[in-house]
């Protein structure tokens, strides 16, 4: 009788489902984070944004989990109160601000709509548009990075044991499915500027749509746990304590991969915001065709990084697998700074770099920390990784307007590819010292997952 109550979580048709709903939500993530990269020089035209100030703008994504902490913040709310009140208050606040964003570059708002003329009074040396739109990429941010950490714990809970890498890959590949559908639909929305609002509105219902699929996950969870007859509120024992922050951070392996963390991540994600308007200037391609060049590097880590999350699970090698990876995107970013090779095979192999470390840094995390610690370790890690995700677009857009004054129609990339390129290179050394720290120690970070 007993053998007849199957946990929802062992049915494999569940498992999916599950992966399919959370994938759903960081689609639409992903998608309006990458959305304005290919808008990047519609947004200069229309807007009069200079370089730095589009830096701002893609940096204010990180404010919130880089100076409020809110990322470890969020993963702390989350060992406390669970996924789905934490995850269903951090999606939401996403898509609010999704739509904020959306509102700040309407025609509507920009016609006088309300709190032009409050954002008109503040800071005059910056236009109400960006102004509005800052503050919506900061609700978005706010909300985003803790949504990140609530999905990476809700595949833990129903895959752990069951192919755990593997739907961590897949979870990337969703990822990287909305940055690859941004950088190809934004811009042949846009119409070269024509309708460019309408571009940034449909990112914003997507974010919405979004938060209605995690809606229906919850649904699902809450069976789960009333199966396994989960109490409503953890004993004080079980509880994570703000003494255990000294735990993890006292695990060098963890410390390593969060170093690799935030200077691989700083080296991708701030690189595509510039890529398209990059192939643009360099190749003197159009806006449209600079997205669609743009968007092989999600192709291939949509394809490659379930592929080597199947390979961690049963082979193992996980640190390896990041220092091929981190050397991947040295060879590359030096290939776009000094060559003039065109980028078609490159971005491609960029896309493998990008699946290969993801694939194997954050499934490696259940092995470095508690099951109780895991939200507040995967906070942590994302908090640091907001860091670059802040500083480095504007810097970038810094290098760029620096190197090219009085702003011509050519950009010289040179420079800025150069910084992309010695983040990589800083990846790749922590990469190494983390294989060697694990050679001496007892972390498993090369052991198989499916190991048990």
Same mark, same amino acid.
Not at 282 to 287: E, P, Q
Not at 310 to 329: E, H, N, P, Q
Not at 428 to 442: H, P, T, V
């Given at each position: +009788?007993?053998?007849a @109550? ?25 998608y ?7 808008l ?5 035209q229309?807007?009069?944004f ?10 204010f994504?990180?404010?919130?989990n880089?100076?409020?902490l +809110? ?23 996403m898509a ?5 964003t ?21 800071f ?10 800052l ?21 833990v ?18 990822g990287?499915?909305g940055s ?14 024509t ?28 069976k789960?746990d ?5 109490p409503?509120?953890k004993?004080?024992?079980?509880k ?6 000294l ?8 410390i390593?991969?969060?170093?690799l ?9 701030p ?22 060049v ?8 949509m394809l #490659? ?5 199947f390979?961690?699970?049963?082979k193992? @090698?996980?640190?390896?697998? +990041?220092i ?10 030096l ?9 078609? #095979? ?7 770099? #990008? ?9 490696s ?8 610690e ?6 942590? +890690? ?5 860091l670059?995700l ?10 760029l307007?620096k ?14 590819m150069l ?15 983390l ?13 198989p997952?499916?190991?048990?």
């Amino acid at each position: +009788m007993e053998k007849a @109550r199957k946990l929802l979580s062992e049915s494999p048709y569940a498992r999916w489902g599950i992966l399919l709903l959370l994938g759903l939500t960081l689609s639409v993530n992903y998608y309006f984070y990458d959305a304005f990269s290919s808008l990047k020089a519609l947004l200069t035209q229309e807007f009069a944004f200079t370089n730095t100030q589009y830096g701002l703008f893609v940096s204010f994504y990180a404010v919130p989990n880089t100076f409020l902490l +809110m990322a470890v913040l969020g993963g702390m709310i989350l060992d406390r109160l669970g996924i789905r009140r934490t995850g269903f208050m951090f999606v939401f606040f996403m898509a609010f601000g999704a739509v904020l964003t959306a509102y700040g570059a309407s025609d509507f708002y920009r016609a006088g709509g309300p709190g032009y003329q409050m954002m008109s009074s503040i800071f005059p040396q910056y236009s109400a548009e960006l102004k509005m739109m800052l503050a919506g990429r900061f609700f978005y941010g706010l909300g985003a990075e803790t949504s990140i950490v609530v999905v990476s714990k809700a595949l833990v809970k129903w895959f752990k044991g069951k192919d755990l890498a593997l739907a961590f890959g897949l979870k990337v590949g969703f990822g990287r499915l909305g940055s690859f559908l941004a950088l190809r639909v934004s811009p042949t929305l846009a119409q070269d500027g024509t309708h460019l609002t309408t571009a940034i509105w449909f990112s914003a219902i997507l974010v919405c749509i979004g938060l209605l699929a995690f809606l229906v996950y919850m649904l699902f969870d809450l069976k789960l746990d009333r199966e396994k007859e989960v109490p409503a509120q953890k004993s004080p024992k079980e509880k994570f304590v703000l003494r255990d922050i000294l735990s993890i951070l006292g695990n060098r392996a963890y410390i390593y991969i969060m170093l690799l963390c935030v200077t691989f991540y700083s080296a991708v994600f701030p690189f595509i915001a510039f890529a398209p308007d990059f192939f643009y200037h360099k190749f003197g391609i159009t806006l449209i065709e600079s997205g669609k060049v743009t968007s092989l590097l999600p192709l291939g880590t949509m394809l #490659f990084t379930p592929l080597f999350g199947f390979l961690v699970d049963r082979k193992g @090698r996980s640190a390896t697998a +990041m220092i091929i990876g981190a050397s991947t995107l040295v060879l590359v970013h030096l290939v776009f700074a000094l060559t003039t090779l065109q980028p078609h #095979f490159f971005l491609i192999l960029l896309g493998i770099a #990008f699946s290969l470390v993801p694939a194997a840094m954050w499934p490696s995390m259940v092995r470095l920390v508690k099951e109780k610690e895991i939200g507040t370790a995967y906070g942590m +890690m994302y908090s640091v990784q907001n860091l670059g995700l802040w500083g480095i677009p504007i810097l970038a857009g810094i290098v760029l307007d620096k190197t090219n004054p009085g702003n011509p129609e050519i950009l010289n990339y040179t420079p800025t590819m150069l910084l992309f390129a010695g983040l990589s290179l800083l990846g790749l050394l922590f990469a190494i010292i983390l294989k060697w720290e694990d050679s001496r120690g007892s972390y498993g970070v090369e052991l198989p997952l499916n190991k048990k």
